[in-house]
């Protein structure tokens, strides 16, 4: 049998509703990607918490480095033009 | 009538109870996190079916008996549950093959008793279906993988399948019990069960690359109350606490 250090690692995501998107929850621990789908059943919905599983490896996610996040974020900081609450909506669009 | 009917219902209490109770000594072993909560939760939903049933059979015995009192004061030999369910867990490999093997007929066997015609066993036929259908699917999975994983958990799994198989005929027996609970409506024409069981283990156990054991001799007993030597310790634990304090409240 497989031991923990060679069962990857699989991030989890679970909609909690329909008409919502998945939000991740947490990570596990899985050998394959059907027991990954099984054990976040196990491990994250058990009090009814969704409608909808993804299980992505971990590996497959590409993250931003800490050390760039100045370049990367840092310049939208001084653009609150970009927020859409600097235009007048008219009355006859509703609520959006 | 009313004498077959509870035993009828203790049967089914009792192997949710056993199993709940086998299952639950993984609870804090398991091989990795992820697997021990899988078992705890399974262990709860046969707590859960078992406790629906001995509330049954409690009112059906009248009196003072509650549900603690079926599950924690009766002996080994008033207990009604198949053998199987009462055997050790031993390693991950064959708790997984025992609940398999419970689990297919489990399933196949609730989703007769959905049309059974004593309305509190249908209650728990459709609480019972949607958790036992999981377990089986799950225990299947597990098969598989460790039937066509490495060479030795190919061999481990064989070796469980083959030396829990003879504890598999009890299932599928039917005894004055089940012929009455039949005739009556009640109880699950255990022949059909075994049809849809064949063919499902025969499924997995081709994906998995394993052989099927051969069916020469089968052990029996359990559901009459004649039990391996195993429930003895298994009650002991679970009913030791109840009985020191059996005035004892949460």
């Known amino acids: 049998m497989s031991t923990k250090d060679n069962w990857k690692i699989w991030e989890i995501f679970i909609r909690s509703r329909n008409g919502l998107s998945h939000k991740h929850v947490g990570s596990l621990h899985a050998p394959d990607a059907e027991m990954a789908i099984k054990n976040a059943r196990d491990v994250y919905t058990r009090r009814s918490e969704g409608v909808s ?3 992505v490896e971990s590996e497959a996610i590409t993250a931003s480095a800490p050390d760039e996040s100045e370049p990367l974020f840092t310049p939208a900081d001084d653009k609150v033009y970009r927020h859409p609450t600097f235009y007048e909506i008219p009355d ?5 | 009538m009313k004498e077959q009917l509870l035993e009828y219902t203790l049967r089914l209490g009792d192997n949710a109870l056993i199993l709940g109770q086998r299952l639950g000594e993984w609870c ?3 091989p990795i996190l992820e697997q021990d909560i899988a078992l ?3 262990a709860l939903d046969q707590l859960g079916q078992a406790r629906m049933l001995m509330q ?4 059906q015995k009248g009196g003072d008996y509650t549900e603690d009192k079926m599950a924690f004061f009766r002996d080994v030999t008033e207990y009604h549950n198949c053998l199987l369910v009462e055997l050790e867990n031993g390693d991950w490999g064959r708790t997984m093959a025992r ?3 419970f689990d297919t007929y489990n399933y196949y066997f609730y989703t007769a008793l959905l049309s059974s015609a004593d309305e509190r066993l249908k209650e728990v036929a459709h609480k019972a279906i949607k958790e036992v259908a999981y377990h089986a699917q799950w225990s299947a999975e597990w098969i598989i993988r460790l039937g066509d994983g490495t060479e030795e958990s190919h061999r481990r799994i064989q070796e469980s399948m083959d030396d829990l198989w003879e504890w598999t005929g009890e299932l599928f027996t039917m005894d004055d019990v089940d012929k009455l609970m039949i005739e009556a409506g009640i109880g699950v024409d255990l022949s059909r069960v075994k049809e849809q069981w064949d063919q499902k283990v025969d ?3 081709e994906l998995a690359t394993l052989k099927r054991p051969s069916d020469d001799w089968f052990q029996s007993g359990g559901k009459q109350g004649e039990h391996s030597e195993y429930l003895g310790f298994v009650l002991a634990e679970m009913q030791h606490l109840p009985r020191m304090h059996p005035e004892a409240e949460w």
């Open chain 2, 40 to 42: 705890s939760n399974m």
């Open chain 2, 203 to 205: 499924q997995i156990l």
């Open chain 2, 28 to 30: 804090g072993h398991g």
């Open chain 2, 56 to 59: 049954y059979a409690a009112e």
């Open chain 2, 99 to 101: 609940q398999f093997l």
């Open chain 1, 92 to 96: 006859e669009v509703g609520h959006m």
């Open chain 1, 53 to 55: 599983i993804w299980a």
